[in-house]
Each structure stands twice: as structure tokens, then as C-alpha cells.
């Protein structure tokens, strides 16, 4: 609740000119706009992320472990250098776009504009979908789909009738963060030359001294993302009644076929555009940066502080998450609805109206945490709190409440049940969520220039700013760092999560 009376506070204030700022036509076409975005980017990760989900869960797709990680791997690559990338593939003078033009052909679609946003976003956040997705279909049971193929409906009407609303609230919790990450990013709009919602807001936090008129702006963007997190519990909320619970055991290996190359050729094209484009970028920049005398340098701090933060921040937010996923989940209500929808529309906030509403807080209520580590831990796992609520909450949505009941029926303690029935249980919706919140906060930039510590310098803000002054080859080593340092990662938490429990 903090940043959102922080905004209103600052709305408050407002005077005439921030109020005619609301209120002028521009507003509400930045706002349109920024709704279509968050709209095609939660359906485009949807459409990439769901079918990746089911082809590394559930079929013999040839090297589907190694698929997994490449897949996820895109959620380390900061919004900004995909955009980067992105044009210097398909841009008028990109790579592409100059083959293309040198076969006579008048050359690629614009990448700029919504289009562009689309596709960086898209690409950027189909990951949440698949790690929501992917936890689900590890721990549902296999039986009804069985059933209905037993029955005589084949696979896609099986798929359609029982696997989908079986999968529904974790594509939900998918799509929305999905559609959050696009209303609230300022830094692939920007190079994309796409107004949205947030970059007027980010303009008018740094044209004046007054904040009034920025936050009174940011509500209205909080208000949108209200909006979406209604639609999205809508649609959990018919779902959670066909989720079935029982004794859960192994599906079935579904075999692909002849649909085995085309699977490979889907899976191919997307790794292509959201991870081998952007490391293609990041080694022609490391590449020519040597070969133009620039050293090679990456410091041991950034690194240091980078996997300190994202650690923390991913215990904090996997510890927080638990009370609020049980809290919607097993004692829905009013206040578990009003928190889940705050939870929500805070994480649509851009990432500046937190830093300060922190900084404000740190100030004025407890100074001594002001510039330190626990207070930017703090923002990174309240910032990043609802991708490791959803994915908890859809995994505990598979867990029915017989289970832990029968066991506290048999003399066993609260405790007990949650140590060694529960979070057993849960165990992959948990670690989604860690690897979620520990690769959003390594690559996070609003939160760690506003709010770290005196030195404190991650390997994000090392790329951010490098390249934000042209100076790319310099930017090529931290940003090189970064992706593996999110691929070790991605690799050990998808390998435990594969685990029996």
C-alpha cells in the first residue's frame, strides 16, 4: 500500500496544469495505446509461452531439458538490449534489413512503433507464461485428460476440453505479468519510439520539480492495471472450480511424430529472436570493442553485488508470497480479493514512482535504512512479489485442502503438514516464482539507481550505462556476464524443480 498512498499523496497536491495534463486527449490516447500493448503482449506470450510449456513438459520433443533452459533464458536479457538487437537485425539498417534490400526488395516492415513493442515484449516476457504453465503440468494430474481419450475424443478435443481450463489460471498469472511488465517498461519503448503510458510518465518526472502531475498520471495506469487483474481473477475464478485434486502421478510421454520437426522449427525460431539475436549482439559488440582497442573489464563488485540482491530478493519474495497465495487461495474473500488486486497494481506501477515512494518512506519514517542493502532488497521483492505469488498460488491451486487436513487428523502439528506435505508440494510453483524475482532483479535499473547504497553497481547498471551513452562495445562484457550468470541459474532451478517430490 505504500507506493500507492505515496501517488496519491503526490496526486493530491496537483494542481490545475496536472489536472488538465489528466484530462487533455493525449492522456487518453497514451493510455489506449499502452492497453493495446499490455493486450498483444499478454496473447503473444500466451501463444509462444503456453505451446513451449507442453513441448518441454509432456512430449518426447528430442532435447526438450536443454529446450527448457534456452526457452527461459530470454528473461535475462534486459528489455533494452533486446530492442537493440532487435534493430540491428531487422531495423532499415540492420543486418537482415540490408539483405533483404540487396535482392532488389523494398525492405522489412518498420520495426519502430507498436509493432516493434510488440514483438521486444512479447519475446521478453513469454517466459512468465511458461514457467506459470510448465509448474502446472508438472504437478496435475494426468487422469482426466486420460479419461477423456479413454472416452474417444482425440487429443486436440481432450486438450481443448480438459487440459486448457485445467491450465487456465496459470495462463492467466502468465499473461497478466506479462501485460504488466508492458505497461509499466519505459526502457524498450523508448528506443522503439512507442509512446506509451509509462514513458510520459518518466518524461514528466524528469521536466519538473513538481511530481504531482506524473503521479496523478501513474494512477491512472495503476487504475488500468486494476482493470486487468479483475479480468484475469474473473477468469481464475471459474477456472479453480474444475481443478481436480487427487494423488498425482506421472503423464504420459506424448509422442510428436511426424509434428516433431515442425515443433523443433517453432522452438528454433523463438530461441533465435529472444536469445541467440540479442548474444549474436552482445559478442559483435565484445568483438568489435577489442578489436578497437577497448578493454576488456568486468569487475568483480557488479557481479558480487548483482547475485547478492537477486538471491535475497528471491528468498524475500518466495517468503512473502506463501501467506499471500494461501491467503487467496484457501480463504478467499474481500480481503484476500483486495490484496491480490494491490499486489497486482503495484507491480503495474513504474519502477521510479516505487524508488521514490521508498526513498520518501526511508526518509521521513525510518532514515537509518536510507541507501542500504536491505531497503533495496526490500523494493526488488515487493516490486517482483506478485511473480512469485502467482506462480505459488497456481501451484496450491493443484493441492487440495483433504491432504493437509488428513494429516492434522493424524496428530501431526500446522508446521509439520507445511514442512513435509505442502511445500514439498509446491515446490515447483516456488522455485518458478525464485527464478521469476532473481532474474527480474538482476536486470532491474529504476529501483537499483534510486535506491542502492552508496557503490552499489550491478551488472545491470554496468550495460545500462555503457550503452545508453553509445559506448556498446564497453557495455558487451557485463551484458555477456549477465546471460550466463541467468542460464547457470535458469539451469540448476529447472533441474531441481524436475525433482520428485
Given at each position: 500500500?505504500?507506493?500507492?498512498?505515496?501517488?496519491?499523496?503526490?496526486?493530491?497536491?496537483?494542481?490545475?496544469?496536472?489536472?488538465?495534463?489528466?484530462?487533455?486527449?493525449?492522456?487518453?490516447?497514451?493510455?489506449?495505446?499502452?492497453?493495446?500493448?499490455?493486450?498483444?503482449?499478454?496473447?503473444?506470450?500466451?501463444?509462444?509461452?503456453?505451446?513451449?510449456?507442453?513441448?518441454?513438459?509432456?512430449?518426447?520433443?528430442?532435447?526438450?531439458?536443454?529446450?527448457?533452459?534456452?526457452?527461459?533464458?530470454?528473461?535475462?536479457?534486459?528489455?533494452?538490449?533486446?530492442?537493440?538487437?532487435?534493430?540491428?537485425?531487422?531495423?532499415?539498417?540492420?543486418?537482415?534489413?540490408?539483405?533483404?534490400?540487396?535482392?532488389?526488395?523494398?525492405?522489412?516492415?518498420?520495426?519502430?512503433?507498436?509493432?516493434?513493442?510488440?514483438?521486444?515484449?512479447?519475446?521478453?516476457?513469454?517466459?512468465?507464461?511458461?514457467?506459470?504453465?510448465?509448474?502446472?503440468?508438472?504437478?496435475?494430474?494426468?487422469?482426466?485428460?486420460?479419461?477423456?481419450?479413454?472416452?474417444?475424443?482425440?487429443?486436440?478435443?481432450?486438450?481443448?476440453?480438459?487440459?486448457?481450463?485445467?491450465?487456465?489460471?496459470?495462463?492467466?498469472?502468465?499473461?497478466?505479468?506479462?501485460?504488466?511488465?508492458?505497461?509499466?517498461?519505459?526502457?524498450?519503448?523508448?528506443?522503439?519510439?512507442?509512446?506509451?503510458?509509462?514513458?510520459?510518465?518518466?518524461?514528466?518526472?524528469?521536466?519538473?520539480?513538481?511530481?504531482?502531475?506524473?503521479?496523478?498520471?501513474?494512477?491512472?495506469?495503476?487504475?488500468a492495471a486494476f482493470a486487468l487483474v479483475w479480468a484475469e481473477a474473473r477468469v481464475r475464478r471459474r477456472a479453480a472450480l474444475r481443478v481436480p485434486h487427487g494423488a498425482r502421478r506421472a503423464a504420459r510421454v506424448v509422442p510428436l511424430g511426424h509434428w516433431r520437426w515442425p515443433a523443433l522449427a517453432f522452438c528454433t525460431a523463438v530461441v533465435c529472436l529472444a536469445l541467440i539475436l540479442p548474444a549474436s549482439t552482445i559478442g559483435y559488440w565484445l568483438v568489435r570493442g577489442l578489436d578497437q582497442g577497448e578493454p576488456l573489464r568486468v569487475l568483480a563488485a557488479p557481479i558480487r553485488d548483482s547475485l547478492v540482491a537477486g538471491g535475497a530478493a528471491a528468498l524475500v519474495a518466495v517468503g512473502l508470497a506463501l501467506p499471500v497465495a494461501f491467503l487467496v487461495?484457501?480463504?478467499?474473500?474481500?480481503?484476500?480479493?483486495?490484496?491480490?488486486?494491490?499486489?497486482?497494481?503495484?507491480?503495474?506501477?513504474?519502477?521510479?514512482?516505487?524508488?521514490?515512494?521508498?526513498?520518501?518512506?526511508?526518509?521521513?519514517?525510518?532514515?537509518?535504512?536510507?541507501?542500504?542493502?536491505?531497503?533495496?532488497?526490500?523494493?526488488?521483492?515487493?516490486?517482483?512479489?506478485?511473480?512469485?505469488?502467482?506462480?505459488?498460488?497456481?501451484?496450491?491451486?493443484?493441492?487440495?485442502?483433504?491432504?493437509?487436513?488428513?494429516?492434522?487428523?493424524?496428530?501431526?502439528?500446522?508446521?509439520?503438514?507445511?514442512?513435509?506435505?505442502?511445500?514439498?508440494?509446491?515446490?515447483?510453483?516456488?522455485?518458478?516464482?525464485?527464478?521469476?524475482?532473481?532474474?527480474?532483479?538482476?536486470?532491474?535499473?529504476?529501483?537499483?539507481?534510486?535506491?542502492?547504497?552508496?557503490?552499489?553497481?550491478?551488472?545491470?547498471?554496468?550495460?545500462?550505462?555503457?550503452?545508453?551513452?553509445?559506448?556498446?562495445?564497453?557495455?558487451?562484457?557485463?551484458?555477456?556476464?549477465?546471460?550466463?550468470?541467468?542460464?547457470?541459474?535458469?539451469?540448476?532451478?529447472?533441474?531441481?524443480?524436475?525433482?520428485?517430490?
Amino acid at each position: 500500500m505504500l507506493p500507492l498512498a505515496y501517488l496519491a499523496i503526490r496526486a493530491s497536491g496537483a494542481d490545475e496544469r496536472a489536472l488538465e495534463l489528466m484530462l487533455r486527449p493525449r492522456t487518453l490516447e497514451l493510455l489506449v495505446s499502452s492497453v493495446v500493448l499490455a493486450a498483444g503482449v499478454g496473447l503473444g506470450a500466451t501463444l509462444l509461452g503456453v505451446p513451449l510449456a507442453w513441448l518441454t513438459t509432456r512430449t518426447d520433443l528430442p532435447g526438450r531439458r536443454a529446450w527448457t533452459v534456452l526457452s527461459v533464458a530470454p528473461l535475462a536479457v534486459p528489455s533494452y538490449v533486446l530492442a537493440f538487437a532487435l534493430i540491428a537485425g531487422l531495423g532499415p539498417r540492420g543486418a537482415l534489413g540490408g539483405f533483404v534490400e540487396s535482392l532488389g526488395v523494398a525492405g522489412l516492415p518498420s520495426i519502430y512503433g507498436l509493432p516493434g513493442a510488440l514483438l521486444v515484449l512479447t519475446l521478453a516476457t513469454y517466459p512468465y507464461v511458461l514457467l506459470a504453465t510448465r509448474a502446472t503440468l508438472m504437478r496435475a494430474d494426468p487422469a482426466l485428460e486420460e479419461a477423456a481419450r479413454s472416452l474417444g475424443d482425440g487429443f486436440a478435443t481432450a486438450f481443448r476440453r480438459v487440459t486448457l481450463p485445467l491450465l487456465a489460471p496459470a495462463m492467466g498469472t502468465g499473461a497478466l505479468l506479462a501485460a504488466l511488465y508492458a505497461i509499466s517498461d519505459f526502457g524498450a519503448v523508448s528506443i522503439l519510439r512507442f509512446d506509451s503510458f509509462a514513458r510520459a510518465i518518466h518524461v514528466q518526472y524528469r521536466s519538473s520539480f513538481d511530481r504531482s502531475g506524473a503521479a496523478a498520471l501513474a494512477l491512472l495506469l495503476v487504475a488500468a492495471a486494476f482493470a486487468l487483474v479483475w479480468a484475469e481473477a474473473r477468469v481464475r475464478r471459474r477456472a479453480a472450480l474444475r481443478v481436480p485434486h487427487g494423488a498425482r502421478r506421472a503423464a504420459r510421454v506424448v509422442p510428436l511424430g511426424h509434428w516433431r520437426w515442425p515443433a523443433l522449427a517453432f522452438c528454433t525460431a523463438v530461441v533465435c529472436l529472444a536469445l541467440i539475436l540479442p548474444a549474436s549482439t552482445i559478442g559483435y559488440w565484445l568483438v568489435r570493442g577489442l578489436d578497437q582497442g577497448e578493454p576488456l573489464r568486468v569487475l568483480a563488485a557488479p557481479i558480487r553485488d548483482s547475485l547478492v540482491a537477486g538471491g535475497a530478493a528471491a528468498l524475500v519474495a518466495v517468503g512473502l508470497a506463501l501467506p499471500v497465495a494461501f491467503l487467496v487461495v484457501r480463504h478467499p474473500g474481500r480481503l484476500a480479493s483486495i490484496a491480490d488486486r494491490v499486489l497486482y497494481g503495484a507491480y503495474a506501477m513504474p519502477g521510479i514512482a516505487l524508488a521514490l515512494a521508498l526513498v520518501f518512506f526511508s526518509l521521513n519514517v525510518v532514515p537509518f535504512l536510507y541507501q542500504t542493502l536491505v531497503l533495496l532488497v526490500l523494493a526488488y521483492a515487493l516490486r517482483f512479489l506478485p511473480q512469485a505469488s502467482g506462480t505459488t498460488r497456481s501451484a496450491l491451486m493443484l493441492i487440495g485442502p483433504r491432504v493437509p487436513e488428513a494429516a492434522r487428523s493424524l496428530g501431526r502439528s500446522p508446521f509439520e503438514v507445511l514442512r513435509t506435505i505442502t511445500l514439498p508440494l509446491l515446490r515447483p510453483g516456488l522455485l518458478a516464482g525464485a527464478a521469476l524475482v532473481f532474474l527480474s532483479t538482476i536486470k532491474e535499473l529504476p529501483l537499483t539507481l534510486l535506491v542502492a547504497p552508496t557503490g552499489f553497481s550491478t551488472l545491470a547498471t554496468q550495460v545500462w550505462g555503457a550503452a545508453n551513452e553509445g559506448f556498446f562495445a564497453r557495455a558487451a562484457a557485463p551484458a555477456a556476464v549477465l546471460m550466463l550468470i541467468s542460464l547457470a541459474s535458469v539451469t540448476l532451478l529447472l533441474r531441481d524443480g524436475e525433482r520428485p517430490g
